[in-house]
């Protein structure tokens, strides 16, 4: 099956930094999920990107599906931004969705 | 407001009792999901549903079952529950007749614990 990777798996930054989350995948994938997971276990939509660039206020994200990885970038980050981010990608041409392990951002004040 | 809604958010149990998580969505869509997630760990399919009177199972083995009666309503039962399914039970849903070929929208999950 399709075998996703995300890097760096822990990621500890001061507020008002900037940082990247990378999603590698290894086959062809005709959708692409980034998620945040807060402290509470919620699992909040970031970005739905088969391909190319979309922004939502100091997030962003850019999937290259020819070369299989999706990048998300958050700026000026806030305490807020702290939990899990995972991205996730269907299974084989399927509904079903394969999950990265996730990077865990922490942002100190 | 559309949303999808999952009963109890906690649960603590003994063992060999039964319990059904309840999941529901006002969101019209025809796909639901069942994922189960151990803390820390990434999210593993265990069910699916592409409308009423279907039921799939997932990747992850599951002892768990569901139903489809209704096509908001989603609920995951277990008979005889056991330490080992102590986990995080989140619940999605999908529309594939948009744009967004199936994205999917989770619910707030919940968070069992047998003793």
């Known amino acids: 099956g399709i075998q996703v990777e995300q890097s760096p798996p822990d990621l500890i930054l001061q507020e008002g930094a900037n940082s990247t989350l990378r999603c590698n995948f290894s086959?062809?994938?005709?959708?692409l999920q980034w998620f945040h997971q807060n402290p509470w276990g919620q699992l909040i939509n970031l970005f739905y990107?088969?391909?190319g660039t979309k922004q939502n206020g100091r997030l962003s994200a850019t999937t290259v599906a020819t070369e299989r990885y999706s990048l998300l970038y958050i700026s000026s980050s806030q305490t807020t931004d702290s939990g899990v981010y995972f991205c996730?990608?269907?299974?084989?041409?399927?509904?079903?969705?394969?999950f990265g392990k996730g990077t865990k951002l922490t942002v100190n004040p | 407001e559309a949303d999808i809604y999952q009963t109890p958010r906690y649960l603590v149990i003994g063992t060999g009792k039964k319990i059904t998580l309840e999941c529901s969505q006002t969101?019209?869509?025809?796909?639901m999901y069942w994922y189960q997630q151990d803390p820390g760990m990434e999210l593993h399919l265990i069910h699916y549903?592409?409308?009423?009177?279907?039921?799939e199972k997932g990747d992850l083995s599951s002892e768990s079952t569901v139903s489809r009666i209704r096509t908001e309503h989603f609920p995951l039962t277990l008979e005889s529950a056991r330490p080992s399914h102590t986990s995080q039970y989140l619940c999605?849903?999908?529309?594939?007749?948009?744009?967004?070929?199936?994205?999917?929208?989770f619910g707030p999950g919940t968070r069992l614990t047998v003793l």
């Open positions: 996730a990608v269907p299974q084989g041409g399927s509904e079903k969705l394969v």
């Open positions: 999605a849903s999908s529309e594939i007749r948009t744009s967004s070929y199936n994205e999917q929208f």
């Open positions: 086959d062809s994938v005709n959708n």
């Open positions: 990107i088969p391909s």
């Open positions: 549903s592409y409308g009423v009177n279907s039921t």
């Open positions: 969101m019209g869509h025809d796909k």
